[in-house]
């Protein structure tokens, strides 16, 4: 059976069972403050099991994208050595939301895999939860006497609280599971020794394909386990696993889930899968990092330098290094393999096939930029290891591979590599120690402290009225305290609230709480999943007392001017650029909004003045909001509106038109009730902040009427500095024209300078052996000047040694160069010199074996300098 085939197998089963199959949410969180990545199937359900919401619907199916390679679940290192982990997989799951419990559960998942699927019976085994007396926790006696029914007791293994209770962090929704494990061994392996010896011992033939969790608790932050309201269902079972289980393979990898994307790597380097350890884990660290990469991007998540941009940065560097150094790729490669992605991956997830080729884009320019990386630290680690040879040392420190590490990427691994290939070793607990050191001072920067919820009300479900109303009578329903290091803030939930929360770019509101008694401060609104939580900087005297709920008006109303203006310069975009605009991310609050979209090519200064006129001539039609709400998502699609990549919606929506044929877009934010009210709209920057990915910063209403103000009142100031000429720019372009002729006078004279500098030391070169040595200070006008004395000295005098210290606009400069031969026949080398004399100067450089160049701190340091090189060398 092919793996589309399994897949929708599996979806089909529990339709016919009554579920209703949800698409996949994507696989980059946004909202939850607990989680970076999608890393198990429950997270876009995690309201319902707390009772935060009511489910849609009491039984669900689906195949949802999950990423472990942070926090709690990181399976990154192991990925490629072994045959089974993945960073990016396939989680198939059904779920009951107080619907049915243990044995719906546990029938159909033996009758699907037995009875559906065919696996062999006397292959399988299952465990339960043993119980945890710590956690006053009982054994699963319920499970156990289910399964009891279904299979032999000698099948039936009990489980620790690691390996069988489950929970997806250090607080959430949690309880007791019983995996599914299936023995792949050959017959005579299962006759020397019995398959549930090895389940749960990492045994690479006998793996868990299926964990059944039954959602009882929720994990508090102070480490306690609170009844749920009502229990649940939540089973994962790995698609890769499954499918590996089913046609019979002895690694992931065999099925045609990869195979496909392996021959294609085989016939591009060369190389074949399956003759060597280190290609094969090279092959399968490229296959399985191409889909966490290609998923990550087209869910709206570009490679960067934090957070999870960080992350699918460091999957793909880690990808590109594989293939660099195992496969023999000199060039990008991984981008080639985007086709094969949306052919194999485009039904499942259409959004890999409607974003091919801007996924590709995005790989090959990282690609290209990781491998400069990667060249640059080869050169800088040949220059360390020349270094350590002439003092005759052969362990590269641990704190210089995190320099290359944290400064430059150079991964650990490679240095280490490419360190025992030249006989050298590596301190690799330095390198641990200086991790650690960073992972400190990052804590030690983020770090705080979430309390419990305080429930004050009976909480079911906050209404949001920030729609219709700018405030509102309401109570706090709970409430929370966050301890900082600039001490504690709170965070409350209301019954009803005008505020919104921050979503879609857009900030959350700030206002005010009022009673008879106070009038609390709402500094920030955000949502934690689908709860909307107020911040403020003190709890209410009594917070049981009715509130005021007021938004801060004047705020909300230039939020919405630069809201509905990103909208309309949306459209704007895709009427100048084309319909291959997307939106790729945005910041809307009081000040500015930020907009980027996919673009390859810096636009043209015609391209933005048409953009500002399309959205400004939109501004002035005054056209009505159109909001429609809880529209049928595909009604919403049909009617043209545009949805967002990365963003999860559901069965009902919001569609915000402004003119049904100019922008018709699905949206959660607040907008003005006419485009007039936005005033003015002025673009006031626009530039790349990503491979294909351009960005435009735009202002609206007073804040572009200062921003003319400001322009015309910079342009009466020079008018003013001219003497208020006739023609502004003649006046400017004849001072260019004057001060270019100035400056071409003042490098004549740098130059003629330089030339009776290079005639006096000519002159003071010393015989040495068979070199010629100069060493001296100079004055010089810059640092272009210096290097290039150098080098005609060079040029001009048979096996130079020169040294030349400068002052350079007020700071101290040193240049080393020599002759070629002297490397060989001396032993000397320019960088390590320079860096020795930086020391005089409080400073540091280096450069190539024959010319090298420091700058420091200490002007006076220049003269010891000199005598350093002379007492050195002469």
Not at 257 to 284: C, H, M, V, W
Request: proline share 3%; hydrophobic share 40%; charged share 30%.
């Amino acid at each position: 059976m092919e793996a589309k085939k399994i897949r929708s197998t599996f979806i089909e089963f529990f339709q016919s069972k009554g579920h209703h199959f949800v698409p996949s949410a994507p696989i980059v969180v946004k909202n939850d403050p607990t989680l970076m990545f999608t890393n198990a199937g429950m997270n876009q359900f995690k309201d319902a099991f707390l009772g935060n919401e009511i489910a849609k619907y009491p039984r669900v199916a689906n195949s949802q994208k999950c990423l472990r390679v942070s926090g709690k679940h990181n399976d990154l290192e192991e990925v490629g050595v072994d045959t089974y982990h993945h960073t990016m997989f396939e989680m198939l799951g059904n779920w009951s939301f107080g619907n049915y419990f243990k044995k719906e559960a546990i029938d159909w998942a033996w009758e699907l895999l037995t009875e559906v699927y065919k696996l062999p019976k006397d292959r399988l085994y299952v465990s339960v939860f043993e119980g945890d007396p710590s956690e006053n926790l009982e054994m699963d006696q319920e499970a156990y006497d289910f399964w009891k029914n279904i299979v032999p007791e000698d099948r039936i293994i009990m489980g620790s609280k690691k390996d069988n209770f489950w929970e997806m962090g250090d607080t959430g929704p949690c309880g007791p599971c019983s995996e599914i494990h299936i023995d792949l061994r050959l017959e005579n392996e299962i006759a020397q020794t019995p398959g549930r010896e090895l389940v749960n011992q990492d045994h690479p033939q006998v793996i868990e394909i299926w964990n059944l969790v039954f959602m009882q608790f929720n994990r508090l932050a102070d480490g306690s386990l609170k009844e749920l309201p009502a229990k649940h269902v939540d089973t994962g079972m790995g698609f890769e696993r499954l499918v590996r289980a089913i046609q019979g393979k002895s690694s992931n990898y065999d099925t045609d889930i990869f195979t496909p994307f392996i021959s294609y790597l085989e016939k591009k380097s060369g190389k074949n899968y399956g003759e060597n350890e280190q290609t094969d884990i090279a092959f399968r660290v490229v296959v399985d990092h191409i889909r966490a990469i290609s998923f990550t991007i087209a869910d709206g998540q570009l490679p960067s330098n934090n957070k999870a941009g960080y992350v699918i940065r460091r999957i793909l560097r880690r990808a590109v290094r594989y293939g660099y150094t195992f496969l023999g790729f000199q060039s990008p490669f991984l981008y080639e393999l985007c086709p094969l992605m949306a052919e194999h991956f485009g039904d499942i997830f259409p959004e890999v096939r409607q974003q091919q080729d801007f996924i590709a884009k995005v790989i090959q320019e990282e690609e290209s930029s990781f491998l400069r990386t990667l060249d640059n630290g080869l050169k800088m680690l040949a220059s360390i290891k020349t270094e350590l040879s002439e003092k005759g040392e052969k362990v590269i420190s641990g704190k210089t591979a995190f320099e290359l590490y944290d400064t430059y990427g150079f991964p650990l691994d490679l240095t280490s590599l490419i360190a025992r290939e030249s006989g050298f070793s590596l301190d690799e607990k330095g390198f641990e120690v200086e991790m650690e050191k960073q992972k400190n001072r990052s804590r030690a920067a983020s770090e705080s402290e979430t309390g419990d919820w305080v429930m004050l009300e009976e909480e079911v479900g906050v209404d949001f009225v920030g729609y219709d109303f700018l405030e509102s009578q309401s109570q706090i329903v709970k409430y929370r305290t966050v301890k900082e290091k600039k001490g504690e803030k709170y965070q409350l939930v209301l019954d009803k609230t005008p505020f919104y929360a921050e979503s879609g770019g857009q900030v959350g509101d700030t206002g005010w709480l009022v009673s008879d008694e106070e009038k609390i401060r709402v500094v920030d609104t955000k949502k934690e999943n689908d709860l909307i939580v107020h911040f403020v900087e003190k709890l209410p005297i009594n917070p049981r007392i009715p509130f005021t709920a007021r938004v801060d008006a004047a705020e909300r109303q230039l939020i919405m001017n630069n809201h509905s203006a990103t909208h309309l310069l949306h459209a704007a975009l895709r009427e100048v650029l084309g319909e291959h605009v997307q939106q790729r991310g945005s910041l809307v609050n009081e000040r500015l909004l930020r907009f980027d979209f996919s673009h390859f090519s810096k636009m043209t200064d015609a391209e933005i003045q048409w953009v500002e006129e399309i959205v400004n001539r939109k501004i002035r039609e005054n056209i009505a909001l159109g909001e429609k709400r809880n529209v049928p998502i595909e009604e919403a699609k049909k009617m043209g509106a545009m949805a967002l990549f990365g963003e999860k919606y559901g069965d009902f929506v919001r569609v915000i038109t402004f003119d049904p044929s100019f922008s018709v877009e699905l949206c959660g934010g607040t907008h003005v009730p006419h485009t007039g009210q936005i005033g003015f709209f002025k673009i006031i920057s626009e530039g790349s902040v990503a491979s294909g990915v351009r960005r435009i910063e735009a202002i609206t209403s007073v804040a572009a009427e200062k921003y003319l103000r400001d322009q015309e009142s910079l342009l009466k100031e020079v008018q003013d500095l001219l003497k208020n000429p006739k023609d502004i720019r003649k006046a400017i372009e004849s001072l260019l024209t004057e001060r270019n002729e100035l400056k071409k006078d003042l490098e004549a004279l740098h130059l003629e300078k330089a030339a009776q500098v290079k005639k006096g030391l000519l002159s003071q070169f010393v015989d040495q052996g068979d070199a010629r040595i100069l060493v001296a200070q100079v004055e010089l006008p810059n640092a272009d000047a210096l290097k290039k004395l150098a080098y005609e000295l060079k040029n001009e005098v048979e096996n130079a040694f020169v040294v030349l210290a400068a002052a350079v606009d007020g700071k101290p400069q040193i240049a080393v160069i020599l002759d070629e031969s002297l490397i060989d026949s001396k032993g000397w080398n320019a960088g390590t010199i320079v860096r020795d004399l930086a020391k005089e100067i409080q400073g540091g450089g280096g450069g190539q074996a024959f010319f090298a160049t420091a700058g420091g701190k200490n002007l006076q340091g220049l003269p010891n300098v000199v005598q350093k090189a002379k007492e050195q060398f002469l």
